[in-house]
């Protein structure tokens, strides 16, 4: 069956610019996370999604980052004004139930800015 | 502040022998400790969950355990496509927020 799917892959930005990175989580799963990765590290925790609602918001770096969930499937992660800190990989995962169980997560986007 | 770390970084096993990944870490009101497995270039695959102390898991040629203060995942003769990097992650109590290690890279050699 269909996993959790992001886009684009890989993202080269200049520094100053915005980005959008879109996440289509397995369908009918409640729960949506997203994750930034830096090389050689665990994924580290950004915002969490239980359907529409953003009830955790509290990884996000800065208010540069900015989550949504509209109808509660398609997530998006849009960082405004990129700077080279934010080069990394975002994940996106989902899970069928409430909380941070057995998390599906989708190939994720590399973003490197410039 | 959670903390979950990993050790060793990096294993390196002759296919066949056996070893043990340690995470060890700090939580006030654990919900689940997790273990994931992740290859180069795509994103974590779910492991286990584990809930509370003496709790143990097995799948294939892997088995998680669980104390008050670690977890271990033991890796029994294991084969090359076992090659990846091993994540420990913790989730508190009331929250969803997940806490990831940093990984142990496991290499295994034919």
């Known amino acids: 069956g269909a996993g959790v799917s992001q886009s684009p892959r890989y993202k080269v930005a200049k520094r100053g610019q915005d980005v959008a990175l879109r996440c289509d989580p397995i369908?009918?799963?409640?729960?949506l996370f997203w994750y930034q990765q830096a090389l050689g590290q665990g994924p580290e925790f950004l915002t969490y999604?239980?359907?529409?609602?953003?009830?955790?918001k509290s990884g996000l770096p800065s208010d540069r980052f900015f989550a949504e969930r509209p109808e509660g499937s398609v997530s998006t992660l849009k960082i405004q004004r990129t700077q080279q800190e934010d080069s990394a990989v975002y994940l996106c995962?989902?899970?069928?139930?409430?909380?941070?169980?057995?998390?599906?997560f989708g190939p994720g986007t590399r973003l490197t800015v410039t | 502040e959670d903390q979950v770390t990993q050790s060793p970084e990096a294993l390196r096993l002759q296919e066949g022998e056996s070893s043990s990944l340690n995470c060890s870490y700090t939580?006030?009101?654990?919900?689940?400790l997790f273990w994931y497995r992740q290859d180069p270039g795509k994103g974590p695959e779910f492991l286990f969950t584990?809930?509370?102390a003496g709790e143990e898991k097995e799948k294939e040629r892997l088995k998680a355990t669980l104390t008050k203060k670690e977890s271990f995942l033991h890796i029994t003769a294991p084969k090359p496509e076992d090659s990846a990097t091993y994540l420990c992650?913790?989730?508190?109590?009331?929250?969803?927020?997940?806490?990831f290690g940093t990984g142990t890279k496991l290499q295994v050699i034919p």
């Open positions: 939580v006030s009101g654990l919900r689940g």
């Open positions: 584990l809930y509370s």
């Open positions: 999604f239980q359907n529409e609602a953003q009830l955790d």
């Open positions: 995962a989902s899970s069928l139930t409430e909380g941070p169980y057995e998390q599906y």
């Open positions: 992650a913790v989730a508190r109590g009331g929250y969803q927020k997940v806490t």
């Open positions: 369908s009918g799963h409640v729960s």
